[in-house]
Nanobody, 125 residues
């Protein structure tokens, strides 16, 4: 099973930026989807964004549209999440996960089967 490792989290002031990376231990195949999720203290985990590895199709939840950008570098087996104009409500542990088949618009319902360990993002002044 593919192993995923997130990096790039940290402490940033409101309005700042961070770029998260999700590195896979093996080649990420065209039919995969890679999603980013986050969990704030005391809250349930929520989806943030997803990308299809083959075509690069992307989806975002409304709360991050226009601020976050998901991308992939297939040669490096890595998916990125560029986060701009960060807000305190973006604080949480960010996870990436793989689904073995692209679900398109139903990406939030997909059965992600490989998860990283998470990276902490804290937005605070």
């Amino acid at each position: 099973q593919v192993q995923l490792v997130e990096s790039g989290g940290g402490l940033v002031q409101p309005g700042g930026s961070l770029r998260l990376s999700c590195a896979a231990s093996e080649k990420i195949l065209d039919h995969y989807g890679i999603g980013w999720f986050r969990q704030a203290p005391g809250k349930e985990r929520e989806g943030v964004s997803c990308i299809s590895i083959g075509e690069g199709t992307t989806y975002y939840v409304d709360s991050v549209k226009g601020r976050f950008t998901i991308s992939r570098d297939n040669a490096k087996n890595t998916v990125y999440l560029q986060m701009n104009a960060l807000k305190p409500e973006d604080t949480g542990v960010y996870y990436c996960a793989r689904v073995d088949l692209w679900y398109g618009t139903r990406w939030l319902e997909a059965p992600y089967d490989s998860w990283g360990q998470g990276t902490q993002v804290t937005v605070s002044s």
